[in-house]
């Protein structure tokens, strides 16, 4: 987890503008994937389950397991992430730019977390390599707070750069539910600190307040009903 956590701290800094087609590519990114993952596992409609027997068992171990973590893991990014992600948006300016990556990651996490269901855990260099793309970009969103220390929306980026970290929880053995659970704090400070300026004059604010925390909140039960001592991979 530590070596985790320090590649996320050393990540090479280089945030840019995103322009539109890149808001629209990175909103789109979910729409894409899905399609080829309902024609390898939902042909002709939602698969469900026709009781035992060898067929049964290859089709819940091939896409059964995918399904409800990486099903669960959708509710998670429509309920909460959206929310968040279409109000930044709206803020416009760093605040968008945080929320283009950190959706971006979200994404790439949930790729891992299906790649993980359907596939047997490598070497500790391989999964390295697996988790270098999303602590590629918690670097960035950090550098984004870091250029950004005058801003208007500070607070905003600050609860975003320590929320982040929690996204780590996939390289956490074996209690990846506490891990997120300490650094929910550190971002409840900054969060709050939106709160109280803007609840009851500006409920954007409030509501994207309610969108980021709402994830990390609910990340920890997910974790542990899914991936209780660290990320579930095939047997």
């Known amino acids: 987890s530590e070596m985790c956590i320090r590649d996320s701290i050393n990540a090479e800094y280089g945030g840019k503008d995103e322009d539109q087609v890149n808001w629209v590519k990175g909103f789109n990114g979910f729409l894409r994937a899905l399609p080829p993952y309902i024609k390898q596992y939902h042909t002709t409609g939602l698969s469900w389950s026709t009781g035992g027997g060898a067929q049964a068992a290859s089709h819940q171990t091939s896409g059964g397991s995918t399904s409800a973590s990486g099903g669960s893991f959708d509710a998670l990014i429509n309920n909460h992430v959206n929310l968040y992600y279409n109000l930044s948006k709206k803020l416009g300016g760093p605040v968008a730019e945080q929320a283009e990556l950190f959706k971006e990651a979200v994404t790439k996490e949930k790729e ?124």
């Open 112 to 235: 891992l977390i299906e790649h993980a269901a359907k596939t047997k855990k490598p070497q500790s260099a391989e999964v390295q390599k697996l988790l270098a793309p999303i602590s590629d970009i918690m670097g960035k969103i950090t550098a984004i707070k870091e250029k950004n220390r005058g801003h208007q929306y500070f607070n905003h980026l600050n609860a975003v750069a320590e929320g982040t970290p929690a996204l780590g929880w996939v390289c956490v053995e074996p209690t990846p539910g506490p891990y997120v659970s300490d650094l929910i704090g550190s971002s409840e400070f900054w969060s709050n600190k939106i709160l109280k300026d803007f609840k009851g004059k500006d409920e954007d604010h409030v509501n994207w307040v309610k969108g980021f925390n709402g994830f990390l909140k609910e990340l920890v039960p997910y974790i542990k009903s899914h991936h209780t001592t660290g990320l579930t991979w095939a047997k």
